[in-house]
C-alpha cells in the first residue's frame, strides 16, 4: 500500500466522543457569561452581565438623586412660601392692632367727604391700604387729619362700597345682599382701584349674573378697561347670541363703542367663514387689530403656498402619467383612455385642490372686509381696547 492509499483509507469515527456544545453553554462554561446556577434573570428570562447589572446600578442612584434634589428644592420653595404667608399675616394682624380705633376722612367727586371711615376695614381687605399702612410715615399723615383722595368717584357710591367693606371684616355676608344695582358698577371700580380683590371677585360674579340686552355692551367695555376675562368672555358671549336682536334695536347699537362694533363684526364673521377650522377647540386670541391683520395676513400667504404646491405637483403627476402612455407605442397607446390619466388619485387631489382654492377665496375676501373696517378703527380714538378671540 502506497501513502496515497494510506491517506485514502477511511480513519473509524470513535463511538465514545461527545457532542459539540452549542455557543451559550461553550461561554458560559469558559466564564464570558455567568453561570445557569447563580446568574441573575430578568423578567424576560435573559442572562444578565455583571457591568449590566453595575451600569443599572449607576442609573438608579442617578436618577435617586436627581429625584432627592428636585424634592428638596420643591420642600424649600413650599416652606418659603409657607413662611412669607404666616409673615404677611403676622403683619397684617400687628397693623390691625396699631390702626384699630382710628379712621379717616375720604373725598369724593365735588369736594364732598365721608368723615369717621374705620381704617382697619380698608387695610383688612383692600391691598392699596395694607401697603400704605405699612409704610413707616404714614401714621404720621393719619394722626394730622389725613384725607385720601377719590375724586373721581360719587359720595353714594363710595359711601356703598364702605358700607360692604366694613360689614365684610365683621362677618361674611354676601355681597349681592350688600350693594344697591345703582352703584354696583362704580363699586366695580372702586374695588379695582383700591385693590380689593375678594370684594371685587365677588361684584363680578353678581354683574355676570346679571348681563342682559340692554346693559351687554356696557360690561363689555367694563370687563375690557379692568382687564376682567371671565367677565368680557361672558358678556361678549350673550352679544354673539342675540346679536341680531342688540343691531335692530337702533338705541343699543348706535350707543356701542365703534371699536367694540369692529370686534363683534370680526367674531360674527369669522364664525360664518372658514377662517376658524374645524375640531378647532383653543380659542386664538390677538391683543390688537394690527397683530390681528398681520397673524391673518400671514396664515393666508401660507394657504396661498400650499394650494400653489399641491397644483404644481398635480401637474406634474398628470405630465408623468402622458409621458407613461405615450411610451406605450402606437398600437397600445389607443386602448389607454382619458380617465386612465386624469382618474384615481389625481381625481382625488383635483377635488381637494378645488376645495382648497374655495376656502382661499373666502379668507382672501374676508381679510379685505376686516382691513377696511379696522383701517377706521385704528384711526379712531375709541374707548374698546379688547383683546380679539377667535
Given at each position: 500500500?502506497?501513502?496515497?492509499?494510506?491517506?485514502?483509507?477511511?480513519?473509524?469515527?470513535?463511538?465514545?466522543?461527545?457532542?459539540?456544545?452549542?455557543?451559550?453553554?461553550?461561554?458560559?462554561?469558559?466564564?464570558?457569561?455567568?453561570?445557569?446556577?447563580?446568574?441573575?434573570?430578568?423578567?424576560?428570562?435573559?442572562?444578565?452581565?455583571?457591568?449590566?447589572?453595575?451600569?443599572?446600578?449607576?442609573?438608579?442612584?442617578?436618577?435617586?438623586?436627581?429625584?432627592?434634589?428636585?424634592?428638596?428644592?420643591?420642600?424649600?420653595?413650599?416652606?418659603?412660601?409657607?413662611?412669607?404667608?404666616?409673615?404677611?399675616?403676622?403683619?397684617?394682624?400687628?397693623?390691625?392692632?396699631?390702626?384699630?380705633?382710628?379712621?379717616?376722612?375720604?373725598?369724593?367727586?365735588?369736594?364732598?367727604?365721608?368723615?369717621?371711615?374705620?381704617?382697619?376695614?380698608?387695610?383688612?381687605?383692600?391691598?392699596?391700604?395694607?401697603?400704605?399702612?405699612?409704610?413707616?410715615?404714614?401714621?404720621?399723615?393719619?394722626?394730622?387729619?389725613?384725607?385720601?383722595?377719590?375724586?373721581?368717584?360719587?359720595?353714594?357710591?363710595?359711601?356703598?362700597?364702605?358700607?360692604?367693606?366694613?360689614?365684610?371684616?365683621?362677618?361674611?355676608?354676601?355681597?349681592?345682599?350688600?350693594?344697591?344695582?345703582?352703584?354696583?358698577?362704580?363699586?366695580?371700580?372702586?374695588?379695582?382701584?383700591?385693590?380689593?380683590?375678594?370684594?371685587?371677585?365677588?361684584?363680578?360674579?353678581?354683574?355676570?349674573?346679571?348681563?342682559?340686552?340692554?346693559?351687554?355692551?356696557?360690561?363689555?367695555?367694563?370687563?375690557?378697561?379692568?382687564?376682567?376675562?371671565?367677565?368680557?368672555?361672558?358678556?361678549?358671549?350673550?352679544?354673539?347670541?342675540?346679536?341680531?336682536?342688540?343691531?335692530?334695536?337702533?338705541?343699543?347699537?348706535?350707543?356701542?363703542?365703534?371699536?367694540?362694533?369692529?370686534?363683534?363684526?370680526?367674531?360674527?364673521?369669522?364664525?360664518?367663514?372658514?377662517?376658524?377650522?374645524?375640531?378647532?377647540?383653543?380659542?386664538?386670541?390677538?391683543s390688537s387689530a394690527g397683530e390681528f391683520l398681520a397673524i391673518f395676513h400671514d396664515t393666508l400667504t401660507c394657504q396661498k403656498e400650499?394650494?400653489?404646491?399641491?397644483?404644481?405637483?398635480?401637474?406634474?403627476?398628470?405630465?408623468?402619467?402622458?409621458?407613461?402612455?405615450?411610451?406605450?407605442?402606437?398600437?397600445?397607446?389607443?386602448?389607454?383612455?382619458?380617465?386612465?390619466?386624469?382618474?384615481?388619485?389625481?381625481?382625488?387631489?383635483?377635488?381637494?385642490?378645488?376645495?382648497?382654492?374655495?376656502?382661499?377665496?373666502?379668507?382672501?375676501?374676508?381679510?379685505?372686509?376686516?382691513?377696511?373696517?379696522?383701517?377706521?378703527?385704528?384711526?379712531?380714538?375709541?374707548?374698546?381696547?379688547?383683546?380679539?378671540?377667535?
Amino acid at each position: 500500500m502506497n501513502h496515497d492509499e494510506q491517506n485514502n483509507e477511511q480513519i473509524p469515527f470513535p463511538v465514545d466522543v461527545p457532542l459539540l456544545q452549542d455557543i451559550s453553554h461553550y461561554l458560559q462554561e469558559n466564564g464570558i457569561l455567568p453561570g445557569h446556577s447563580n446568574a441573575p434573570i430578568d423578567e424576560t428570562g435573559t442572562f444578565r452581565t455583571q457591568d449590566q447589572l453595575e451600569l443599572e446600578a449607576t442609573l438608579n442612584a442617578q436618577q435617586q438623586y436627581g429625584s432627592d434634589v428636585i424634592n428638596k428644592f420643591v420642600k424649600e420653595d413650599e416652606e418659603i412660601n409657607i413662611n412669607a404667608c404666616e409673615d404677611q399675616r403676622t403683619r397684617k394682624q400687628n397693623l390691625l392692632k396699631k390702626f384699630k380705633g382710628v379712621s379717616i376722612s375720604i373725598q369724593t367727586r365735588d369736594n364732598q367727604v365721608v368723615s369717621n371711615v374705620p381704617i382697619d376695614s380698608l387695610i383688612d381687605l383692600c391691598d392699596t391700604f395694607l401697603t400704605l399702612a405699612s409704610s413707616e410715615h404714614w401714621s404720621s399723615f393719619v394722626n394730622q387729619d389725613f384725607i385720601f383722595q377719590l375724586e373721581q368717584f360719587q359720595k353714594d357710591a363710595v359711601e356703598c362700597f364702605l358700607n360692604i367693606v366694613q360689614i365684610r371684616f365683621k362677618s361674611s355676608t354676601s355681597i349681592s345682599d350688600l350693594i344697591n344695582s345703582d352703584h354696583i358698577i362704580e363699586c366695580c371700580y372702586i374695588a379695582h382701584f383700591l385693590q380689593a380683590t375678594e370684594v371685587t371677585d365677588e361684584i363680578v360674579s353678581v354683574i355676570q349674573l346679571s348681563i342682559d340686552s340692554e346693559n351687554c355692551t356696557s360690561i363689555c367695555v367694563l370687563a375690557d378697561e379692568l382687564q376682567i376675562p371671565s367677565l368680557l368672555q361672558a358678556s361678549m358671549k350673550f352679544i354673539m347670541e342675540r346679536l341680531d336682536n342688540i343691531e335692530n334695536d337702533g338705541e343699543i347699537w348706535n350707543d356701542i363703542p365703534a371699536a367694540l362694533k369692529h370686534h363683534i363684526i370680526t367674531l360674527r364673521n369669522a364664525a360664518k367663514s372658514s377662517i376658524i377650522g374645524r375640531g378647532q377647540t383653543k380659542e386664538v386670541i390677538f391683543s390688537s387689530a394690527g397683530e390681528f391683520l398681520a397673524i391673518f395676513h400671514d396664515t393666508l400667504t401660507c394657504q396661498k403656498e400650499r394650494l400653489n404646491g399641491a397644483k404644481q405637483r398635480q401637474e406634474e403627476i398628470i405630465q408623468e402619467r402622458l409621458r407613461e402612455s405615450e411610451g406605450l407605442g402606437r398600437f397600445s397607446r389607443r386602448f389607454v383612455q382619458e380617465t386612465n390619466v386624469y382618474g384615481g388619485s389625481v381625481e382625488d387631489a383635483s377635488k381637494k385642490i378645488r376645495k382648497q382654492e374655495e376656502r382661499v377665496k373666502t379668507l382672501q375676501a374676508f381679510y379685505k372686509e376686516q382691513k377696511a373696517i379696522f383701517a377706521k378703527d385704528m384711526q379712531s380714538d375709541s374707548q374698546f381696547r379688547g383683546k380679539f378671540s377667535l
